[in-house]
């Protein structure tokens, strides 16, 4: 298991090649990306701020509730902080499993998870606006699907 917050950017190639192996049946990345369009607005760029320590214990409680559900060989959490223009790679979630669908529902099951409970906050820049974004509710609904189950 990988756990990283970070400035630098990542090689989502390489993180996939390092969860390779000889009983890995499948690999399924999600990489999230700086939208330049954000409520009908241009966003140049967007600030991401954590809480250094709970962030990362954070993620890792939800791979560890991730693994308890599915059997999984592999998993590497990568979620960049700082000021990222648009396009620019913000977190990448790579699961392995030995089956496809264990992998996929893995995936999002942490994503779904990073995007309402983990200890990060987001500002978009519209020209010389800045705005704090909001947590949605399509994201609490997405985290509320794996707790209905």
Known sequence: MAVRVQQDDFDVGAESRALQGPAVGAIALF????????????????????????TEAEISRIEDEARARWPLLGVTVVH????????????????????????????????????TDAPFWKAEERGDQLSWVEARQSDNDAHAKWTQE
Do not use: C, N, W
């Open 31 to 54: 990489v999230g990306t700086v939208r330049s369009l954000s409520e009908d607005d241009s966003v140049t760029a967007m600030t991401l701020e954590h809480y250094p320590g709970m």
């Open 80 to 115: 960049r902080v700082g000021r990222l223009l648009a396009g620019e790679q913000i977190v990448l979630v790579a699961v392995s499993s030995a089956h496809r669908q264990a992998a996929f529902d893995a995936a999002q099951y942490m994503m779904d998870f990073l995007k």
